[in-house]
């Protein structure tokens, strides 16, 4: 268990290394988002997920869908770690013709559904987790969605549903990391009291520390067990994970790093990496 | 003169479908009753999925679903299949290309007494310009049936339109093609281009027209999008004065088409019969007609009209 925790911890901080560069380079994007999703993706792909990357349409493998879309720069270093894709295609992000595009779409191999305009995504996963279910599959649905999106009325429809029809294969995640582009989501507008409202919608709702790889590993655990309900997910996250002068800083939702900002963020990436080493031998 | 509603036949459309391809599913929001889905319902439980009243969750879940290999048929009002769900019909649906056919009843003034707030005049122009769909509006109940049996064969996202009111079974038909339209009958003054409920008005207006000693070319032009460019350069080259006559506003839907063909191409005298950029309002679905001057005399008054300006 201990090498299985430390080797998904180590994925994280390649996929936050690889956020930070692919947002440089880009000149654009989200970063806060990504690098407070960083963690939830990385458990999903390289220990929860039933997937074959060489084989992105395997009928039978378990599906994830970005409903937060903008946070794709995480889905797409974790898909070229996974083999997805070279990953030479995340120097093109953003850029004319790239099979990176500024929000996830079906070009990209491991993309499902494209994604981007908030609020859509839990219809989207519910519809998939439909198709699960008129097929008698075993597959899951893992469906990620920030907090600010979940202000949208949509999302409330498809929870009302997902619980309607009982779609057990289905586990939604919010990533709630408190901010949305205005500010903070207690200000913007308030998402509280957050577990009452997916209960009293009728889903079973596991809260841990989004950033603990051991917790959220328990919770998607949890997740699977539970039957005749949908499961969500809240992962308290800290927005801007893992690079200090991007921690709780609302402007780096949508602002990608400076050359020097990326430099900056780079190393502390790997000081964070040194420290958990030393943990580990200790 | 047989009439029917084009929605029961494609509710029984529906179970043909359904009986031949496990893959299609089907999903309603609330009215099931009044699209007909509900006769695929009662078939095939375990493919249909009523979503209450949530258009928006319906729309993205029919993504999710043609996502997984689904053929997915998405019914509700005109109203509530367009307007309310544009976000997720141009990006979860069509975006993705997905296997998606939006088949919406109840569009158009003739909703009759519902009154403005269910007469969907503006949905054909709302999703024109969306890349990807395909828009179609049957002439009646047979060619809704040709229509959907259409769309599950091509791949990608459609839009089907029906109206509410029973439709007159048009006799001249000919063989359904998507993107395709026809010449229905042969005038000589002018010609008249159709779609939905719209054609059986013209040609009644053409026997009206030809009492009075002109006559009409009336074209069957149930594809909206893609528009069939070559038979209207073609029709334009020879009747020289080309009149659009459609249950929906003067902009954005077939007249419009016609006329971005026919600036570019052929540029022709036009004129328009549809809703002129007004509401509407509680009716009969024959007084809204004969008010918004869609029916038939009223088409052959201002093809008398547009024919005495020109001559």
């Not at chain 1, 994007?29 to 999903?44: A, E, F, K, N, R």
């Not at chain 2, 049957?138 to 509410?164: K, N």
Request: charge should be neutral; charged fraction near 25%; hydrophobic fraction near 40%.
């Amino acid at each position: 268990m201990d090498r299985k925790i430390k080797f998904l911890k180590k994925k994280a901080t390649e996929i936050r290394r690889l956020i930070v560069q692919m947002l440089a380079k880009a000149g654009s994007g989200h970063p806060g988002g990504s690098l407070s999703s960083t963690d939830i993706i990385t458990c999903l792909f390289f220990a929860v997920m039933r997937h074959t990357p060489s084989d992105p349409q395997w009928s039978d493998r378990d599906r994830f869908h970005l409903s937060k879309g903008h946070c794709c720069p995480a889905l797409y270093a974790a898909l070229s770690l996974c083999g997805y894709f070279p990953k030479k295609e995340l120097w093109n992000l953003r850029q004319l013709g790239a099979m990176l595009q500024g929000h996830p779409d079906r070009r990209t191999p491991g993309v499902e559904v494209a994604s981007g305009s908030l609020g859509q995504g839990l219809s989207v996963a519910l519809g998939m987790a439909l198709a699960g279910k008129v097929d008698k599959k075993d597959w899951r649905i893992y469906c990620l969605m920030g907090d600010g999106e979940i202000q949208e009325g949509n999302i409330w429809e498809a929870a009302m549903a997902a619980a309607h029809f009982k779609l057990d294969n289905l586990c939604g995640v919010v990533d709630y990391n408190h901010f949305q582009i205005d500010g903070r989501t207690e200000e913007i507008m308030n998402l509280e009291p957050l577990v009452n409202k997916w209960e009293s919608f009728g889903w079973h709702v596991v809260q841990c520390d989004g950033h603990n790889i051991e917790e959220l590993l328990e919770a998607f655990d949890e997740a699977k067990a539970i039957k005749f309900k949908p499961t969500v997910i809240i992962a308290h996250t800290v927005k801007g994970k893992g690079v200090s002068f991007m921690e709780h800083v609302v402007d780096f939702h949508g602002r990608a790093p400076t050359a020097q900002e990326k430099d900056i963020a780079l190393k502390e990436l790997d000081e964070i990496e040194k420290i958990e080493e030393t943990k580990g031998k200790k | 003169m047989e009439s029917l509603y084009a929605r029961d036949i494609y509710g029984k459309t529906l179970i043909e479908l359904g009986k031949k391809d496990l893959r299609v599913v089907v999903l309603d929001a609330d009215l099931s009753g009044s699209t007909r889905t509900a006769l695929f319902g009662r078939e095939y439980p375990d493919r249909f999925f009523n979503f209450g009243v949530a258009e928006q969750n319906m729309m993205a879940a029919a993504a999710g679903l043609a996502s997984c290999g689904k053929i997915v048929f998405a019914s509700t009002f005109a109203m509530f299949a367009t307007a309310r769900v544009m976000d997720q019909v141009r990006n979860s649906i069509c975006y993705n290309n997905f296997n998606v056919k939006i088949v919406a009843s109840h569009a158009g003034i003739t909703v009759g007494e519902d009154g403005s707030s269910h007469q969907a005049l503006e949905d054909i122009n709302l999703l024109r310009a969306i890349p990807q769909l395909r828009i179609i509006v049957p002439c009646d109940a047979w060619e809704t049936r040709d229509a959907i049996f259409a769309a599950y064969e091509t791949e990608g996202p459609f839009y089907i339109r029906m109206g509410r009111a029973k439709i007159p079974t048009i006799e001249q038909k000919k063989k359904f093609k998507v993107g395709k339209g026809y010449v229905i009958e042969e005038g000589e003054d002018l010609a008249i281009i159709a779609c939905g409920i719209m054609m059986n008005e013209s040609l009644e207006a053409n026997k009206l027209l030809k009492k009075e000693g002109v006559s009409a070319t009336v074209v069957n032009m149930h594809t909206i999008k893609p528009i069939d460019e070559d038979l209207i350069v073609d029709i334009a080259k020879k009747h020289k004065k080309i009149m659009v006559c459609e249950e929906h506003q003067v902009i954005g839907g077939l007249y419009s088409a016609v006329c971005e063909v026919l600036a570019r191409k052929c540029p022709t005298l036009i004129e328009r019969v549809g809703i002129e950029d007004s509401f509407g309002q509680s009716g009969s679905p024959k007084e809204l007609m004969d008010f918004y001057g869609l029916s038939s005399s009223g088409i052959a008054k201002k093809a008398q009209k547009f024919i005495r300006q020109h001559s």
